[in-house]
């Protein structure tokens, strides 16, 4: 049998994240072995029938499943304490079979207006015009539960939301979300990219699934395209089976290789995100130039409470306003150590204008809808010395 069953047992999420259930290897490899195989070959043709027929464990073809990607599926089940997991080339793979999936037969999907602009263009492009109905909900209203139980008792599919979300910042109520969700029997999907496994962990507040871009904080080195999503075996199997394997979204072994040893330190790098991204936000708070921060660990920020009962800490992700788009993008220019890019979770610190780079297809209107000012600048913070951090944001913001 290639694939091992055992886990490390019952041991903390750090220790997981290092000794992830492994493949069996008779070179006993310290690191996982990488099947870079497309497809996989049987003894005789029983053994085809049996592992087709699903009476005995294997592999087939690398669409469908690999062990070097299963092994990942694996840390990412035991990192979010989810049943199963599958696997993806990207974020967006793993989101757009994921709400395929839950919207067959025409139910709805219900989203919140501040969400990553990928998951926005899905809904527009694709659910939309295939008629399925798509409703948008305002988590900065403080009635938003009244609207939302109107809407779970529609025909609804899932619910689907970020926290903190892409690029605002805005933190949702996971317990309060998952119990209005439990009781119309609707999924709870949230979209973890922004927190990890390490800061939040959405099953254990009542989600039913999570998702991920592991292009970003999994992964950890900017090297890579991945997603993943987890939850129930009885969701996940489904999506592995149909949306998975016919839309094609197959993450590649090697990805899965790599993201294998992103997870690794994974737990010792978000610590030092937070570290360096709590200092920034007080920093900028301070600072003349500033108009406002948005970061859930800041006491002023309207989510704060619900981020620090549902966060370990507040993560690497940060925005904020300045006076406007011709002072953002200055500063942006300015900046040496910060680079000027969309992704984000990567070792070196990230700075982008949602005005004028992710969100620049939409309208104004649009843009200031989904909270996007402007002025309003995004940054990843990455892992270099603080002091250089803080010294580049001042000298941007100052001369
Ligand atoms: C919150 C969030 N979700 C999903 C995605 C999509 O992930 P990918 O780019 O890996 O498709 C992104 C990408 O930036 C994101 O920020």
């Known amino acids: 049998m290639l694939y091992k069953e055992e886990g490390p047992g019952d041991v903390s999420p750090e220790t997981k994240a290092i000794h992830v259930r492994h493949v069996s290897d008779p070179a006993r490899a310290l690191t996982p072995p990488l099947y870079q195989t497309s497809t996989f070959t049987f003894p005789d043709m029983e053994t085809a029938d049996r592992v087709l027929k699903g009476e005995e464990k294997g ?46 037969g025409g139910r709805s999907v219900i989203v919140p207006k501040y969400l ?61 979300l998952a119990r ?28 039913s699934v999570v998702v991920h871009s592991a292009t970003k904080y999994l992964g950890g080195h900017g090297d890579l395209l991945g997603g993943v999503l987890t939850g129930p075996a009885e969701i996940v199997s489904k ?24 997870i690794k330190t994974l737990h010792i790098r978000m610590q030092a995100h937070c570290d360096r991204a709590e200092e920034i936000a007080s920093f900028l708070a301070g600072h003349p130039k500033v108009c406002s921060v948005r970061y859930p660990g800041l006491a002023g920020h309207p989510g704060h409470d619900t981020a ?3 966060m370990r800490r507040f993560g690497g992700m940060l925005s904020f ?29 990230l700075i982008e204008h949602p005005w004028s780079m992710s969100h620049r297809l939409l309208s104004e209107a649009d843009r200031l809808s989904s909270g996007v000012t402007p002025g309003l600048l995004r940054m ?20």
Request: aromatic content about 8%; charged content about 20%.
């Open 59 to 104: 592999f087939v073809y690398s669409r469908g499943g690999n062990p070097t990607v299963a092994q990942f599926e694996s840390a990412l089940s035991e990192l979010e304490g989810g049943e199963a997991s599958r696997a993806f080339a990207s974020g967006m793979g793993a989101i757009s079979a994921l709400l395929i999936h839950l919207a067959k």
């Open 116 to 176: 990553y602009i990928g998951t926005r263009a899905f809904v527009q492009k694709f659910l939309i015009p295939w008629d399925i109905p798509v409703h948008w909900f305002d988590p900065r209203d403080p009635s938003w539960t009244d609207s939302m139980q109107g809407l779970l008792a529609g025909n609804a599919g899932a619910v689907f939301v970020e926290t903190p979300s892409n690029p605002t910042l805005d933190i949702i109520d996971l317990s309060l």
């Open 180 to 207: 209005l969700c439990r009781e119309a029997n609707v999924p709870l999907v949230v979209d973890n990219t922004f927190a990890s496994p390490v800061l939040q962990r959405p099953i254990a507040f009542g989600a």
């Open 239 to 262: 999506v592995a089976s149909d949306e998975g394997s016919f839309l094609g979204a197959t993450l590649s072994p090697f990805n899965a290789w790599l993201i294998l040893r992103g």
């Open 308 to 310: 620090r009962r549902q």
């Open 321 to 349: 306003e300045l006076a406007s788009s011709v002072e953002a993008r200055r500063v942006a220019n300015r900046l040496e150590i910060f680079q000027i890019g969309v992704s984000l979770g990567d070792p070196g610190s």
């Open 380 to 399: 990843s913070v990455g892992l270099e010395g603080l002091t250089d951090l803080v010294r580049d944001l001042d000298r941007a913001l100052s001369s």
